[in-house]
């Protein structure tokens, strides 16, 4: 039989979803439902004075409008929205419940909810709910709340949520910086960016007639997660809620937090003996969801005349927003320890100061702190490059780990143990695909004529972890849950098999992905295999899908699961062999006698025999089925080295990205169609934050650009066809070898692209600028530069 894993195989799932038979929320409906309608507030802070509603019950179909203080009267929580992540003992987290009383803290945060009987009524009645509000001024940047003036929350002394710590050596560090021939500084900004998954956030909550049960649909990652923390807000016993995420149009971290309306649905239908729902408009998303990124980030480099780094010095200033989410907090933290990149840097130090803003709560975004380590100290590489005088490859080069060779288990400066990597040959390969040699030529070609269109090319060698795990090393991070990953296979008496997986898709392909491993496992067809996920009854189980941890970790749990099967398996068909177990050789799915292999019997045969269980050997208990909870001992680490092209018009600051060239290391792959269309869209959405995606605020909170009129979401149209290869350096930390994908687009693709914009930009004199890369932030730093003003802000 042919291994299943590592070849392409389209996507089982694919079917129900292109032919409209995948159900989303806003698909599934139950008679007597009622729609919840939000009303928000439209300043970023201000005292909520009076609300009248009066107006809105009046109008037909109109059930009923819950205040804050309504809903705190009528017992429906018993603590605020939770935050998993308490980075440190005396983190402030100001309370955050699913309606404001009192003080608003960002525009879209809900004051009063509105039950009606159709979306449409809700709607409307929304309108007649007439709020009185008195002003207040707002923190509307990071920087505006860092100097104090004014205070996001009027009952906190200050802005300041924590300050967070990791220097492991601060006199290496110290003396790193002294003894340096070299030193360089830089700040950038990471924006803040709004998620747009295909599908918005919507919730359906469904009270059983009888006995308290109720079920909550949402399109979420996480329903485990949700469970849980919904009774633990609620009260709401937890053996009485069932979580089902239906078929899920997208996350990218969006939806992996526990959110008001989750707890408004859940806790007014409980109430109310009702179904209740809702589904959020795009431009309700700005104020509704969380958004992603939001840091100002300085650091530093020192390294010897020859550009050899001796320390990494970094202090970030993080968005919080108005408040905590689940893991708010904790999202620059996951990439503090990637600062030093794919480099052997002798000393490190990483500190951050956790901000509170009148503006939508951060949380994470795919990639969650680490694209913004990523593209710290890749640009500063390239600043670094220019300041020794040597091209950008060959700084990396000069700093690689090990020289570019490949290693097993390094120990960072940043104290995390790198579990393999081989950095030179994805850089190798990258260039090669690129012709970089001939698009230097044609650049130097383009200067040389005084060309309008220059031409940029920009390269980005990033690591990340994934997997995240262990549960002991998320515990010493403060981290609330755990790290796992549980599993259950089993062999039905027909011969099928089925799979209980915790970790639960949004779009990753996990049915696609489980069954291959299931198929090379046990030798069945992938086609004979079902998966189960998304409904906390049927897998009850689970840390759900974050962190591109679901192939590393879940997938990982599902081939140790099977293992086990085979190996009782094996116990079976030697006792109908009448031969030892250990002289039993299993080969195709088919298990025989080593020296007899005219005589066999297939393990989907043994289904039925362990279902009927006539004759089992003593000791062996009937049905084929285990099940695997499975904790890594270490993060695993993808790599690898992208390379963009770029052309920018000098005389209007137009950027097109002409090139993409990634060559990407995820270590073993399951199935590389799913890994290629999971590089493309982390790809895309760099891109993005690099050239047109910004959420825009104004002085006073107002979000500028809600709506996808205004907020800049890239198309086919803006990208190249890319170009993808991939390097294979196998995890050590578990037995498949696999490392995570789904992130590592986003990771590499930010800073390639705007180190190919700032090197179009270079005979300028210009080595940095902020993304968006927009026209006319590109138009006005060659103005700048050339001395002749500029058109406008950039």
Not at 126 to 142: G, K, R
Request: glycine share 10%.
């Amino acid at each position: 039989m042919t291994a299943v894993m590592g070849t392409p195989m389209l996507r089982k799932e694919d079917g129900k979803l292109l032919t409209g038979e995948g159900k989303f929320v806003d698909d599934i409906h139950v008679p007597g439902e009622l729609w919840m309608g939000m009303v928000r507030s439209p300043h970023a802070k201000a005292t909520i004075t009076s609300i009248d509603a009066s107006g809105a019950l009046a109008m037909p179909g109109v059930q009923a409008v819950h205040t804050g203080p309504d809903l705190a009267d009528m017992g429906l929580w018993i603590a605020p929205l939770p935050c998993a992540w308490p980075v440190t003992p005396d983190m402030l987290n100001p309370p955050h419940f699913p309606v404001a009383s009192g003080e608003v803290h960002h525009v879209g945060e809900i004051v009063a909810v509105v039950l009606a009987d159709s979306r449409y009524g809700a709607a409307d009645a929304i309108d007649e709910v007439v709020v009185h509000y008195d002003s207040l001024p707002a923190a509307a940047s990071v920087a505006e709340a860092r100097d104090g003036d004014v205070l996001a929350h009027s009952d906190l002394d200050t802005n300041k949520a924590y300050h967070w710590p990791l220097v492991p050596d601060p006199d290496a560090l110290d003396a790193a910086f002294a003894g340096a021939d070299v030193v360089v500084a830089a700040d950038f900004v990471q924006q803040r960016l709004i998620p747009t998954a295909m599908e918005p956030r919507g919730v359906l909550a469904v009270p059983s007639p009888h006995g308290g049960d109720i079920t909550l649909y949402s399109a979420t990652q996480v329903p485990h997660i949700l469970k849980v923390m919904a009774a633990a807000t609620t009260g709401i016993p937890e053996n009485q809620i069932r979580i089902i995420a239906p078929a899920v149009g997208g996350g990218f971290g969006a939806k992996l937090n526990i959110n008001p309306d989750e707890i408004l649905a859940l806790t007014l239908a409980n109430k109310l003996g009702r179904a209740v729902r809702w589904t959020e408009s795009r431009s309700e998303a700005a104020g509704s969801t969380h958004q992603g990124r939001g840091q100002l980030q300085h650091i530093e480099l020192a390294a010897d005349s020859n550009g050899k780094l001796q320390g990494v010095r970094v202090h970030v200033d993080a968005d919080m927003g108005a408040y905590m989410m689940l893991i708010t907090p904790g999202v620059p933290l996951l990439g503090s320890f990637l600062y030093t990149g794919v480099y052997d840097v002798p000393a490190f130090g990483f500190t951050c100061d956790g901000y509170f803003t009148n503006m939508t709560p951060t949380d994470a975004y795919r990639g969650a702190g680490r694209p913004e380590a990523s593209y710290a100290i890749e640009r500063a590489m390239d600043l670094l490059a220019l300041e020794v005088g040597v091209g950008p490859d060959e700084i990396r080069r000069r700093n690689y780990i090990n020289g570019g060779e490949a290693f097993e288990n390094h120990e960072a400066a940043s104290t995390l143990v790198f579990d393999s990597g081989h950095y030179g040959p994805s850089l190798d390969r990258a260039l090669e695909m690129a012709d970089y040699e001939g698009l230097r030529a044609e650049q130097s070609r383009r200067r040389e004529a005084g060309d309008k269109v220059q031409l940029g090319i920009g390269m980005c060698t990033y690591v990340e972890i994934c997997g995240l795990a262990p549960s002991r090393a998320l515990g010493g991070l403060g981290y609330g849950a755990g790290g796992w990953e549980h599993a259950t296979v089993r062999m039905l008496p027909t011969g099928k098999v089925e799979v209980v997986s915790g970790s639960t898709p949004h779009g990753q392909g996990h049915e696609t992905a489980w069954s291959q491993i299931i198929a090379d496992k046990m030798g069945v067809s992938p086609h004979d295999v079902t998966v189960l996920h998304s409904d906390t009854a049927m897998s009850p189980l689970g840390l759900d899908t974050y962190g591109s941890r679901s192939l590393a970790v879940g997938g990982v749990a599902i081939a140790m699961a099977a293992d086990k099967v085979v190996e009782k398996a094996r116990l079976i068909a030697a006792h109908q062999f009448e031969a030892a177990p250990e002289d039993v050789q299993f080969e195709n799915g088919s298990f025989s006698v080593a020296g007899s292999p005219s005589s066999s019997v297939h393990i989907q045969e043994l289904g039925f025999a362990a279902f009927a269980a006539h004759d089992l050997p003593d000791g062996i208990e009937p049905n084929l089925q285990e099940q695997v909870s499975f904790d890594p001992p270490n993060f695993a680490f993808p790599f690898g080295t992208h390379v963009a092209v770029v052309e920018v018009d000098e005389d209007t600051g137009g950027v097109k990205l002409t090139g993409y060239f990634a060559v990407d290391d995820c270590g073993n792959q399951v199935n590389p169609l799913i890994v290629e269309g999971q590089v493309h869209g982390g790809i895309v959405q760099g891109a993005a934050q690099a050239l047109f995606e910004e959420a825009a605020y104004d002085d006073e909170g107002n979000i500028t650009n809600p709506s996808l009129m205004d907020y800049l979401v890239p198309s086919t149209m803006e990208m190249p066809s890319m170009k993808l290869d991939s390097t294979t350096t196998p995890s050590t930390t578990n037995p498949l070898g696999v490392k995570g994908v789904g992130e590592a687009g986003t990771i590499g693709s930010a800073a390639a692209v705007i180190n190919a914009v700032c090197d179009a930009l270079s005979p300028h004199g210009i080595s940095d600028l902020e993304m968006p890369a927009s026209p006319q932030r590109v138009w006005n730093a060659i103005n700048r530069a050339s001395g002749n003003g500029e058109g406008g802000a950039s």
